[in-house]
């Protein structure tokens, strides 16, 4: 399965060089993305063989490239084995989304090569066993990634969003270079294996994993470092930036649990609290970003964020529990977060897909001007509200699922002996129970504003339903996230080992239960089933409309809506996305993010329009990255002058050197 | 044969929840309007109402899509199963297992989001209010009914309703401070999301005061008569959650005997019909707040909720 | 076997008499390439003769690769260099007679550099180095604008002032050596040098390594020697930014470290590693930030290459085998990179007319070749994969920051700042709207792109025997 | 025998004493003149170090350093100052007063940085070594207190001529002439650039600082 997943690997390298070859021809994108769309799914047949066959077995490779003396290690075992499938089942999708999306590019070249190369990173990037291998393929995902961020690079903003999401990119490479510097050691053993064997302090232990989580949360757009993440995603074209949200920032939450759990193994327990915050801290952030977006691409972005810290929520209980030795409730949180892995990547996907469809139907991004879409996408808009149902964390879709998963974790964690913990986790609760609110908020805005109500502009009114390919993958995830949520019992039994390698335990098994329900601890104490409650819903709506359509009356009338007198109302009267969320500005926007609003209200009689502005500041820009771009300016400009000095200046300043040198020499013994 | 038992229990909560929930909206009129020296419409009335609007045509608006049409079946529906899942007079329904409680207040989410969306659908300015305000209240409430799920499931080590009933009966857990929280953090969500006073005033047709209102504003015939009913149902809803979590005395857990049945059911008709008594009495004391205004109201319940589930963490004594 | 050692001495040398009468400039082109050429041809076959050490001349594993890479970059820059100054003429910059100095200086630089890299004498190193310094000083002066003038003028001083202080160095290293060694040239045969010099006495040994340390660090280009190279590398003809980037700037590192060996032998000595690192970490820094303000294309990869030098001797000043390992590879893959990079800006500034970034914009619109050329060579050198420099990154950090973090947290700092600027330039000039004139680049990308390919092949796999070599060296260097 | 150490002695103190008066002088044709002494004496060291040593090459260098250094240069710089119409010129020593005191406290640094190990080599090395990187750090010293191109040079060139004392110091040293010739060929090569360059009419002036006017960067708007 490795040598297959290496040459299915080679398969895309080789599809990116054709790319290239094929240059500007017509046939280029059509195939190129069937290559990649076959591969990817061959590679999602393979890992998904090997997840539910023998997920236990561990498979390794070693090729005479890379570090010298080292080599390139390969290793596939069931943690690999589900973020590939993960990430080629997003893989595959992007593909085929993309046969028919991409024929709408109009830079292919700067795309599809990249294209390629991309998806063959992230699934080295899942298979690496050594540091330097790792980190290789990390970057070079990066990378990639960035050539197709910048793809349109003559777009307003593309190039900076480009720009910032590589030097945020390096950023965190260099701190996981300094992490794997800690963990190999001064003699440098980079093998994964040998970072396994050898157990590192607790006190280095901590600061790798600190590192850790700036380098992987840098990608995964842990607050404050996901800064990027709202440039860079939507700036790609959208099945890339499907790709992006749905599987890139999962492959850095891979990175954080290679490395944290497999590879560091024994943090010291209060590591969980710095995680815990962090979490907690860009759950709700993301989630109110998001809800401050009016770009339809942005605010899915934004909204990835809420995500990954809904993760790293997961992530962090299970170290807390790991190092106070429960390790069936590490095994239940580890089990949430990596089940809400694989939902957000179902979901995100999805909502890119239709944001992307939305887009080149109306080439519009904006939700201010779009509008009344059920009606001209219909098809599309059943997938999106699919999509934000799940993502609202509704029952019975899967969102759902891996939330209540989460909140039973946090229900167990008051046996958790340390105070910080005792403070912290019902604190983080309390976030999540928040960010789930708001999330459901965020996505009734975005569904609301965007496919509801009546079209705002020509070009909503004008809007004309995708092709059947892209329709098809996105009814496809749909299902999954219908899927996903009614049978959970069985990923979760998939997850099983993957757990299990982690942290020597997983959740009793759930698919040989009654009903199909779940129950993660025990009978007595919380379950779930979403199988029955579907069938409820489904039973009762229709018992009910069946009653009332045959015992009352199903006479229907159509007329105008209701329009206090005044005859025709304009869409400018509708409510708009940042009308939508003023109360909600009002009530957390004020003090999170400065929000400023202006209005020019004329007064009676006057004729000219009326103008609304409403500023929104990224705290983080504000406080943490704006001062550091400063200081960088000052300190340029402050050393500037050194480029033009007299040459007898030039000449005082090497005489200076020499006769502090010489003093050095001088002084010593 | 007990599954069949059990079914037609399940089915007799499910029809009981519905059953009442018209004449406890009537219930609750009524109180009111004697408090206010009116003599108020007759106990019934909401029977007739429903049963009146279900017969009218639905006008709808010439813009008004699908799923216009078939939110108020979602809502009903979803409200519907919720309430059917809270036992009422007896504990350890058929399928309460299939959604514990974190579940049923999602579900009541589910219901809302299909709501506010309905309330978006023709593009009018009141249905953005409406539907914009409403998520405002459910994204401060919402919380806060977690915080008390947490409170009680750490209290009684499970998110089971049933067994939380059980449990409570079952070995009394007495006065506790955190429950006492929970009970008036819950309290004031319940307020908050069955748009009563000082939230909400379901009587009003003031554009700018009206939240639920303002969103089903363009409803007519059928489908306002699905979510007048679905909005009855939410308040037995969570009247019975307010029986059961907090004062689940009287409940049948073990035997199913006629008797015991029986006296759980008494009891639970006594218990929501005080708490439709209390209702409109807490009402009148208050006035409607401004939009505002709710983070400070369900703010409170909050930091109750929470507070609730701190000294849970510190010690399972509270 | 010695044939090909000489013939890396002497077919410059004869070249250079030889183009000196050469008047027609495509000749002389051709004449250039075809030394180059039969250069590198007996440098790669030094590869396969058995090594020689004379009293004079010595191949050993650390210089053998360099000779190589030396001749090599000679090669490629002389078959640029011909599309090169073809264009340059057409521009009118430069006349035919002037190529005639040109060429033969190309040449007589070369034989210099290999002179000084196949030295066994401390002596007949300094003078290598020095006879490539001052040749290149009349190259970049060579196009006589006021800036080029001004240019050579400062490199001139600066480097003679250099030349004086690293003279001086020699002198006191044969002093202690001639005390153990006894008179004559033994006292300056590396060999004898570095067997005996345990024995040497320490404290003078140190002193002299001051002085030979500000002499080559001012050739290296060391902050705050650094004034020379920023402007010789923007004022000269680009293919002598290239060789200046590309080869002198090792060459004189080269000489740097041989006589490190000599310390590294000798515990009693001066921490000189410490020094090192300062003057590595300085430049780097200083480098890091001074590339923010800069507007002229060809200054800019010249800060950028004071950075890397700065890297790479904060390498050897930490030292170990991991970080002298990573040191010498960076060397290597820098010298490609660099004068990749330097042939590439020189297509830009040709085709653009122009070597202001304010006035290059949207090159990958008008000369995508082109524009992807410089995008591969600068990711290369920010010290991304799958490139040779970032497998030097990572050892070098990774190995630093278990032993000294403050360090190579100070190292990690530098890189991004320098990689911010540089990614900044490079989008600045590569996308956005084309400007200036979109005609076709008249020259050939084979060595533009031999060059980047190299370095990711050296990023993917590094040749055997090269390794070993490495390993050896950074043993010796401590 | 300390008779010779005393005479070899006293000529490198001469080359320092004069390196000193070359620091403060600041009237351009002294300066030359002064120079044109310290490279005499020079001359006689290293004649004298051939005697010593009785290595005959080395009188090759002490010709050099007396025809060339003593003689040709000064007269072209002379010529070159007179072409520039400078000679008159009295050009300020940055910080006079000083800059001696810097002087003499570079004169302490090299001999603390030289004689404590006075080891098995003979004293009279040493002796040499000191003086003659005093010298040359004074050298160094001069050119950077210096505005003057022409003043510079001369800077430039006592500080060779410490090198030069240092190299015939050391004993047996191989190669010295080749050195001392090609350090001339360096001076003639800067004394050539001054002249080539025509300072005065590319720059309208020796001072080197207007070199610096077009300086790299500058005058580009972003």
């Known amino acids: 399965m490795l040598i297959l997943a290496l040459s299915c690997v080679a398969a895309l390298l080789a599809t990116a060089a054709l790319a290239v070859a094929l240059g500007r021809t017509a046939s280029a994108s059509p195939i190129v993305y069937a290559a990649s769309l076959a591969v990817s799914f061959v590679l999602l047949a393979g890992a998904l063989a090997r997840l539910v066959a023998d997920p236990a077995q561990i498979s390794t490779l070693t090729l005479p490239i890379g570090l010298p003396g080292l080599g390139a290690h390969f290793r596939l075992d069931a943690l690999s084995a589900f973020f590939l499938v993960m990430a080629n089942l997003g893989g595959s999708a992007a593909s085929l989304y993309a046969l028919g999306y991409g024929r709408h590019e109009t830079a292919p070249r700067r795309v599809l090569p990249f294209f390629a190369a991309y998806l063959a990173g992230m699934n080295l990037v899942v298979l690496a066993d050594d540091a330097f291998t ?48 800690l963990l190999a050691g001064p003699a440098g053993a980079y093998a994964f294996d040998a970072m396994r064997a050898a157990h590192p302090g607790p006190a280095v232990a901590a600061i790798a994993l600190v590192l850790v989580l700036v380098g992987a949360g840098s990608k995964a757009g842990v607050v404050p470092l996901h800064v990027w993440l709202p440039l860079a995603h939507p700036a790609a074209p959208s099945h890339v930036s499907a790709l992006m949200s749905g599987v890139m920032t999962k492959i850095a939450v891979y990175g954080f649990v290679r490395i944290v ?52 929520i997961g992530l962090g209980l299970a170290i807390a529990f790991q190092q106070n030795g429960i390790p069936w409730a590490a095994a239940l949180a580890l089990t949430a977060a990596l089940f809400h892995v694989l939902n957000h990547s179902l979901f995100k996907s999805l909502l890119f897909f239709g944001a992307g469809a939305v887009l080149s139907a109306t080439h519009e991004r904006d939700m201010e001007r779009l509008g009344g879409l059920i009606h001209r996408m219909p098809h599309t808009a059943v997938a999106f509200l699919v999509g934000c149902a799940a993502i609202s964390a509704l029952p019975p879709l899967n969102g759902f699922v891996s939330e209540w998963l989460t909140f039973q974790a946090i229900l167990v964690s008051p046996q958790l002996p340390q105070w910080g913990l005792k403070l912290m986790v019902p604190a983080v609760g309390a976030l999540l129970a928040l960010s789930a609110a708001l999330a459901a908020t965020c996505f009734v805005k975005a569904f609301g504003i965007t496919f509801l109500g009546r079209p705002r502009t020509r070009a909503a009114e004008a809007a004309q339903e995708v092709d059947r390919i892209s329709l098809a993958v996105m009814f496809a995830f749909a299902l999954l996230c219908f899927l996903a949520g009614i049978l959970p019992g069985i990923i979760i039994d998939r997850l099983g080992p993957v757990v299990q390698g982690l942290v020597g335990e997983m959740l009793p098994p759930q698919s040989g239960l009654a009903w199909l329900s779940i129950v993660p601890i025990a009978a007595g104490r919380s379950s779930y089933n979403g199988t029955i409650l579907l069938i409820f819903l489904a039973s009762s709506a229709t018992l009910t409309a069946i009653f009332v359509h045959r015992f009352a009356t199903r006479a229907t009338r159509r007329a105008p809506i209701w329009d206090c007198g005044y005859p025709q109302l304009s869409p400018a009267t509708e409510y708009t996305s940042s009308s939508f969320a003023m109360p909600i500005r009002r009530v957390f926007g004020t003090t999170v993010f400065a929000v400023r609003e202006k209005l020019d209200m004329p007064g009676p009689g006057e004729t000219r329009a009326a103008h609304f502005q409403v500023k929104v500041f990224d705290p983080a820009w504000r406080y943490a990255y704006g001062p550091l771009v400063r200081t960088a300016t000052k300190t340029a400009d402050r050393l500037n002058p050194l480029q033009f000095l007299t040459i007898r200046r030039y000449l005082t300043l090497t005489f200076s050197a020499l006769i502090v040198l010489l003093i050095v020499v001088a002084a010593w013994r | 044969m007990a599954l069949i038992l059990d079914l037609v229990e399940q089915a007799v909560q499910m029809l009981l929840v519905v059953a009442i929930a018209p004449l406890l909206l009537g219930v609750t009129r009524k109180v009111k309007a004697r408090l206010m020296r009116r003599r108020g419409p007759p106990l019934l009335q909401p029977y007739s109402d429903i049963w009146k609007l279900l017969h009218k045509e639905a006008v709808l608006a010439t813009n008004a899509s699908w799923l216009y049409r078939t939110a108020p079946y979602v809502i009903f529906a979803a409200t519907w199963v919720a309430a059917a899942l809270v036992p009422t007079y007896a504990t350890g329904l058929l399928f309460s297992w299939s959604a514990d409680l974190i579940a049923i207040v999602a579900l009541i989410g589910t219901g809302r989001f299909a709501l506010a969306l309905a309330g978006m659908d023709v593009g009018t300015s009141f249905g953005g209010i409406g539907a914009s305000r409403e998520m405002l209240i459910a994204s401060l409430a919402e919380p806060a009914m977690l915080l008390v799920v947490f409170a009680v499931a750490l209290v009684a080590g499970t998110t089971q309703l049933s067994s939380i009933a059980a449990q409570m009966i079952d070995t009394p857990v007495g006065l506790r401070v955190s429950l006492a929280l929970a009970t008036f953090a819950f309290v004031f969500v319940a307020v908050a999301e069955n748009g009563r006073i000082p939230i909400d005033n379901p009587a009003t047709h003031l554009e ?23 909005a009855a149902v939410r308040l037995v809803l969570y009247f019975s959650l307010l029986a059961c979590l907090f004062f689940p005395f009287g409940m049948a857990t073990a035997d199913k005997s006629l008797a015991a049945v029986s006296l759980g059911l008494s009891s639970y008709l006594a218990k929501i019909l005080a708490f439709a008594v209390l209702l409109p009495i807490g009402e009148t004391l208050v006035a409607k707040m401004r939009v505002f205004r709710y983070p400070v109201f369900l703010g409170g319940a909050f930091a109750a909720a929470a507070l609730a589930v701190f000294l849970q963490f510190v010690s399972r004594g509270f | 076997m010695t044939a090909p050692l000489y013939a890396i001495l002497l077919v410059p040398l004869l070249a250079a008499l030889l183009l000196a009468l050469v008047a027609d400039y495509r000749w002389g082109a051709a004449i250039n390439i075809v030394a180059c050429g039969l250069t590198f041809a007996a440098g790669v076959s030094l590869l396969l003769v058995e090594r020689v050490r004379t009293d004079v001349l010595l191949i050993d594993d650390f210089n053998i690769y360099l000779v190589t890479l030396t001749t090599f970059i000679g090669f490629t820059t002389s078959i640029f260099s011909a599309s090169y100054i073809g264009h340059e003429l057409e521009t009118g910059r430069l006349t035919p007679n002037f190529l005639r100095f040109y060429h033969a200086l190309y040449q007589a630089m070369m034989g210099a550099m290999n002179l000084a890299l196949v030295a066994n004498n401390i002596g007949v190193l300094w003078v290598g180095v020095e006879v490539a310094t001052l040749s290149t000083v009349m190259m970049v002066g060579i196009y006589r604008t006021t800036a080029a003038v001004e240019a050579a003028w400062k490199y001139f001083i600066l480097g003679s002032v250099g030349i004086a202080l690293a003279f001086f160095g020699t002198i006191l290293v044969y002093l202690v050596a001639q005390e153990v060694l006894g008179q004559g040239l033994p ?41 020379w190279l920023p402007d010789a590398h923007a004022e000269g003809p680009t293919p002598i930014s290239a060789v200046l980037s590309g080869l002198l700037l090792n060459v004189a590192l080269y000489a740097l470290l041989r006589f490190k060996m000599l310390l590294a032998a000798n515990p009693e000595t001066l921490d000189v590693g410490r020094i090192m690192i300062a003057l590595g970490l300085i430049s780097l820094v200083f480098a890091a930030f001074m590339l923010y303000r800069r507007r002229d294309i060809k200054r800019l990869f010249a800060y950028s290459s004071i950075e890397h030098m700065g890297v790479i001797t904060f390498a050897f000043g930490i030292g170990g085998p991991l970080a002298n390992f990573a040191g010498l ?8 990179t660099k004068s990749a990079i330097f042939f590439a800006v020189g297509h830009v500034a040709q085709v653009k007319g122009t070597q202001r970034m304010a006035d290059i914009r949207g090159l990958s619109v008008s000369h995508p070749v082109l524009a992807v050329g410089l995008a591969l060579g600068v990711i290369a050198i920010a010290g991304l994969p799958p490139f040779g420099v970032f497998t030097s990154e990572f050892l070098l950090i990774s190995s630093t920051f278990s032993r000294q973090p403050l360090l190579a947290l100070i190292l990690v700092f530098g890189l991004l700042v320098a990689f911010g600027a540089l990614l900044l330039r490079l989008q600045q000039v590569i996308f956005g709207e084309p400007s200036g004139p979109a005609g076709r680049v008249k020259a050939s990308y084979v060595p533009l792109f031999l060059h980047i390919g190299f370095v990711l092949l050296a990023g993917l796999w590094l040749p055997e025997p090269m390794v070993r070599w490495f390993r050896i060296v950074a043993a010796q260097l401590g | 025998m300390s008779l010779f150490t005393d005479i070899g002695h006293l000529l490198a103190a001469g080359m320092l004493i004069l390196s000193f008066l070359l620091l403060y002088q600041d009237r351009i044709t002294a300066t030359l003149n002064v120079f044109a002494a310290q490279a005499i004496v020079l001359g006689l060291a290293v004649g004298w170090q051939a005697q010593l040593q009785d290595a005959p090459h ?5 010709a050099i350093a007396l025809v060339v250094k003593g003689g040709i240069i000064p007269m072209a710089l002379h010529r070159i100052v007179r072409r520039l119409e400078i000679h008159r010129e ?42 003659a990187l005093a010298v040359i750090l004074l050298g160094l010293l001069m050119m950077i207190t210096r505005r003057n191109a022409v003043t510079q040079i001369i800077g430039f060139m006592s500080l060779e001529n410490g090198l030069v004392l240092a190299a015939t110091g050391a004993k047996g040293m191989p190669l010295v002439v080749e050195f001392s010739v090609a350090f001339s060929i360096l001076i003639a090569f800067i004394v050539f650039g001054v002249f080539v360059f025509r300072i005065r009419e590319r720059f309208d002036t020796v001072d080197v600082g207007a070199l610096d006017r077009f300086r790299g960067d500058r005058g580009d708007e972003s």
């Open chain 1, 134 to 181: 790792f980190l290789l393929t990390w970057e070079f995902m990066s990378l990639t990634s960035w050539a197709l961020v910048v793809a349109h690079h003559d777009e307003p903003g593309n190039a900076r969003a480009g720009y910032v999401y590589l030097v945020m990119a390096s950023f965190g490479t260099l701190a996981l270079l300094l992490a794997f510097g």
């Open chain 1, 261 to 312: 759990f497999d590879l560091i193994g024994t943090p010291p327990w209060w590591t969980s609290i710095i995680v815990l915050a962090f979490a907690g801290l860009t759950t709700v952030l993301g989630v109110l970003y998001a809800l401050m977006q009016h770009d339809l691409k942005r605010l899915l972005a934004y909204h990835t964020v809420e995500n990954i810290g809904i993760i790293y």
């Open chain 2, 208 to 230: 700018l005061t009206m939240v639920h209102e303002a969103m089903v504003l363009e409803y007519s015939g059928r489908h306002l008569a699905m979510i007048e009913a679905a």
């Open chain 3, 187 to 227: 006292a300056m045969a590396w060999d004898r040098l570095l067997r005996e010099a345990g024995r040497f006495d320490p404290r003078m040994l140190s002193l002299a390594f001051v002085f030979l340390l500000v002499g080559y660090g001012t050739k290296v280009g060391l902050a705050p020697f650094h004034a």
């Open chain 3, 329 to 336: 590879l960076h060397m290597t893959m820098h010298s490609l």
């Open chain 4, 58 to 62: 080395l009188f090759v260098t002490a």
């Open chain 4, 90 to 131: 009295i050009e300020q020593v940055i910080g006079g007063g000083p800059v001696m005191l810097v002087g003499l406290g570079l004169v302490a640094l090299s001999i603390m940085l030289v004689f404590p190990v006075a080891g098995s080599v003979d004293p009279l090395a040493r002796e040499d070594l000191a003086f």
